[in-house]
């Protein structure tokens, strides 16, 4: 089946630091990828949707200057976390859609994100 | 708009026994509609989807869930539980008509099998 990894799976960083983190399709090629933002015992929140070779389309507000994607080819895309604050500390989760003709989206692992 | 309600935080259930997940879902078009679980600390797993077709869809471990328009719902099922279904259950949304829609999470429940 579809594979999705993401890297890493946990970050500590200071307050003030950036992080990146990278969201691989394995076995398909995504022209869609998705990030979300998990709060405990919550649902998933849409932070945004890239196309690969695009400008990554935010959400109302998501800070696109705080949280920055890039979807660079057909299997990665990258969300930078900009001077991260501790309010920043989440679960962040990538997913892939194959194509317009796939309705489904396949999800990464998560990345744990504690920001101190 | 789109949206999925997901009325149960928890649903508790004795191995062995058929459980129910439901969903309800409103969307102005007509609906995509898909199951997902998620264990701890993972990211969600894709168990079945409704497109079009069969209201009754088959999906992973054996899992299904009855697509009923009138109702406006997609409830997830098994015949029997195992203690290793235990985890939290997405019902998701997508409304189909003209141009890709995001899908809408619902909030998420919390499926617990008894031994």
């Known amino acids: 089946g579809a594979v999705v990894s993401q890297h890493p799976s946990w970050v500590i960083c200071k307050s003030g630091t950036s992080v990146k983190i990278e969201c691989r399709s394995l076995?398909?090629?995504?022209?869609?990828m998705f990030w979300y933002r998990q709060f405990p015992k919550q649902s998933l929140m849409l932070m945004a949707t890239s196309n690969e070779g695009s400008k990554a389309t935010y959400e109302q507000g998501v800070e696109k200057d705080k949280f920055l994607i890039n979807h660079a080819s057909l299997t990665l895309s990258t969300l930078t976390v900009t001077s991260a604050h501790p309010e920043d500390s989440s679960f962040y989760i990538c997913?892939?859609?194959?194509?317009?003709?796939?309705?489904?989206?396949?999800f990464g692992p998560g990345t744990r994100l504690t920001v101190t | 708009a789109q949206s999925v309600a997901q009325p149960e935080d928890q649903v508790n259930v004795a191995e062995g026994n058929p459980l129910t997940v439901k969903c309800t879902y409103s969307v102005s078009g007509n609906p995509y509609l898909f199951w997902y679980v998620q264990y701890p600390n993972r990211g969600l797993q894709f168990l079945l989807k409704?497109?079009?077709?069969?209201?009754l869809v088959k999906g992973s471990y054996g899992f299904e869930a009855e697509f009923n328009k009138s109702q406006t719902s997609f409830h997830l099922k098994k015949p029997s539980a195992l203690v290793s279904d235990s985890a939290l259950y997405f019902c998701a949304v997508r409304d189909n008509s003209g141009g890709y829609q995001k899908v809408t999470f619902g909030t998420g429940t919390k499926l617990q099998v008894i031994p």
């Open positions: 076995d398909f090629q995504a022209t869609t």
């Open positions: 997913s892939a859609r194959a194509g317009q003709g796939s309705h489904e989206q396949y």
């Open positions: 409704y497109i079009t077709g069969d209201n």
